[in-house]
Nanobody, 116 residues
Framework: QVQFVETGGGLVQPGGSLKLSCAAS????????MRWYRQAPGKERELVAV????????NYADSVKGRFTITRDNAKNTVYLQMNSLKPEDTAAYYC?????????WGQGTQVTVSS
């Protein structure tokens, strides 16, 4: 079955960095656009970054542009989110997701907390 396992979250001070990973399984990972979302308490889920299947098209939310970098390794069925210059408003649970027919599947997410 389709699964996403997000890891790499934690507590970090403002200005710090984290790298999230999402291991996907159960579908042809290399054929699908992948996305990172985040959801803060009391807020709707927000699209953070998108990467096409061959990584030739990448887009970011304005709120993270210049600070976050999305990459993927199709040989490892894994998508990454490098987060630099973290701010308290980046605090949220982060989730990865596949576009298209698998878009209804979600992992457990990984919590990122930015606080001094």
């Amino acid at each position: 079955q389709v699964q996403f396992v997000e890891t790499g979250g934690g507590l970090v001070q403002p200005g710090g960095s984290l790298k999230l990973s999402c291991a996907a399984s159960g579908f042809a990972f290399s054929a699908y656009t992948m996305r990172w979302y985040r959801q803060a308490p009391g807020k709707e889920r927000e699209l953070v970054a998108v990467i096409s299947n061959s990584a030739d098209i990448i887009n970011y939310a304005d709120s993270v542009k210049g600070r976050f970098t999305i990459t993927r390794d199709n040989a490892k069925n894994t998508v990454y989110l490098q987060m630099n210059s973290l701010k308290p408003e980046d605090t949220a649970a982060y989730y990865c997701n596949a576009a298209g027919r698998w878009s209804g599947y979600w992992g457990q997410g990984t919590q990122v907390t930015v606080s001094s």
